[in-house]
């Protein structure tokens, strides 16, 4: 671990109990109808692997500094926000990556709402859903776009794109197109 990579990831945590503390404030940071602002943060996770640890720690500290849930939520929410955070470093920087945390805490903060608090699953999921669904995108949207357009500009590493499916890679990450080349690099005699 790097200490840049180190650096990005408590940025991320630190941003994210910010902006949660925030939300707290006005009473959208937890329950079935939640505003967490800090959501918007999670397309980072798309390019950085920083921000998937980071994200996930802030997580932790924000449930355990907002959450009526108690400790519980510590566990339970931030292992929902590193798979979210995975599926979306998964998917890369496209639009369709910030559907992975709506439906993650959808259904994992619906669910956990109904099991401890005794509250209907599926109007709880429906209503952390659309919260999470507002968040990422709008201001999600915002910061994807910003993050593929001048990521680089954050200090943030440049992801290499996955090969197109059925396309293999050879050592040297150059498509195999399944035939030998012309002329090799020892030259013709």
């Known amino acids: ?5 180190l650096a990005r990831g408590s940025l991320y945590a630190a941003a994210y109990v910010v902006l949660t503390l925030l939300a707290a404030a006005f009473g959208l ?7 967490r602002v800090s959501e918007a943060l999670l397309p980072f996770a798309c390019v950085d692997p920083a921000a998937i640890a980071g994200l996930t720690i802030g997580t932790a500290v924000a449930n355990a500094l907002t959450s009526p849930i108690g400790a519980l939520d510590v ?3 931030s292992g929902l926000t590193l798979v979210a ?6 998917t890369g920087p496209r639009v369709v990556a910030l559907a992975a ?7 994992g903060v619906g669910a956990e709402l109904a099991l401890v608090l005794g509250l209907p699953f599926w109007p709880s999921v429906g209503l952390v859903a659309l ?3 507002v968040v990422l995108f709008t201001a999600g949207l915002v910061v994807l776009r910003l993050v593929v357009a001048h990521g680089a500009a954050f200090g943030l590493p440049a992801r290499p794109a996955r090969p197109a499916a059925g396309r293999r890679r050879g050592p040297t990450g150059e498509a195999d197109e399944g ?5 090799d690099e020892r030259g013709a005699q």
């Open 179 to 183: 035939h030998a080349p012309q002329d």
């Open 101 to 107: 945390p709506v439906v993650v805490n959808g259904l």
């Open 75 to 77: 566990l339970v929410g």
């Open 29 to 35: 940071a937890s329950g079935q109808v939640q505003f």
């Open 1 to 5: 671990m790097t200490t840049r990579l």
């Open 85 to 90: 955070g995975l599926l979306m470093w998964w």
């Open 131 to 133: 919260g999470e669904a």
